[in-house]
């Protein structure tokens, strides 16, 4: 059993912000696998996708993004999934638009749901896929990451969308490092 999480903030006012990067790549990946998120339980939405015979859970942490681990710590110990078996998407500041970095571990690297994700599953060794949403010096940290992406970086950060949903449907099939070497960029 495998766990996919996006992570962003709940509530229509953060829908389409670039702090809600996960959830944008994990509707597309939804979405393309023609399925929907069909419970709630957990402090989170959620399904269970039967894969070729293998269960995997998509799931949406509610708890907003600084507080991602009280969700997804208790899912995890509850349907028995290891670290090893989760693989987060999340929103990186410190890569431009269009880039995604995919890794099998890590630190939080300043990004705050990760931190949380770290700090209540105890481990590094989280696999994740980094989507770039870049930052810009002159606006405050949380606002940037609040607000939309620009009319200019639309088209890119759809298409990076497109590009992470897709390594995220091939890690379903594939083994991790494959998915690095094919996705990374």
Same mark, same amino acid.
């Given at each position: 059993m495998k766990i996919i999480a996006g992570l962003g903030n709940p509530g229509k006012e953060?829908?389409?912000?670039r702090h809600n990067t996960g959830f944008l790549v994990l509707d597309a990946v939804l979405n393309k696998l023609n399925i929907s998120l069909d419970k709630e339980k957990f402090k989170a939405m959620y399904?269970?996708?039967n894969h070729k015979g293998e269960k995997v859970?998509?799931?949406?942490?509610?708890?907003y993004m600084n507080n991602s681990g009280e969700a997804l710590a208790p899912l995890m110990k509850y349907y028995g999934v290891n670290v090893e078996d989760l693989i987060v998407i999340? !929103?990186?500041?410190?890569l431009p638009v269009g880039k995604i970095r995919i890794r099998t571990n890590g630190s939080c690297g300043g990004q705050n749901g990760m931190r949380s994700i770290i700090a209540h599953l105890g481990s590094?060794?989280?696999k994740r896929v980094r989507v770039g949403i870049g930052k810009d010096a002159r606006i405050p940290v949380v606002d940037y990451v609040l607000g939309k992406v620009s009319k200019e970086d639309k088209p890119l950060f759809d298409e990076t969308i497109?590009?992470?949903a897709e390594a995220v449907i091939y890690a379903l099939?594939? !083994?991790f490092s494959k998915v690095m070497s094919n996705y990374n960029g």
């Open positions: 953060y829908e389409k912000t399904t269970i996708y859970i998509f799931v949406k942490p509610l708890t999340h !929103d990186d500041l410190d590094q060794e989280i497109n590009r992470a099939d594939n !083994d």
